[in-house]
């Protein structure tokens, strides 16, 4: 009452205040829908950001409501030899040491 002379609460300006701005979370969004498989290091290097590497996980989950998936690589997929059949590659012979 004695600052403002009315007994009104005040407004929720305290605290502090957010790193990255609305236009910074629009970037988010839109570097997520370009790569949708981007890891939180590449986002931060990408966007030149100096956060630390658990906060893009916040800001995908609760800024912009994003749950992550894990990718799941099936066999065929994959870039091992015995998936891709080129088995041959993966023979090993033994040989005898003769110390």
């Given at each position: 009452?004695?600052e ?27 570097a ?37 998936k894990k990718?799941?690589?099936h ?5 091992r030899?015995r ?12 040989e005898?040491?003769?110390?």
């Amino acid at each position: 009452m004695r600052e403002t002379g009315s007994v009104e609460p005040r407004t929720g300006n305290c605290g502090r205040k957010p790193k990255l701005s609305g236009e910074d979370l629009k970037r988010v969004d839109k570097a997520i829908q370009a790569q949708p498989d981007i890891t939180f290091g590449e986002l931060i290097m990408n966007l030149e950001w100096d956060i630390s590497e658990s906060r893009p996980g916040r800001i995908v989950r609760e800024k912009l409501g994003y749950s992550l998936k894990k990718k799941v690589i099936h066999a065929s997929e994959q870039e091992r030899p015995r998936c891709t059949g080129k088995a041959s590659g993966m023979e090993r012979t033994y040989e005898r040491n003769t110390r």
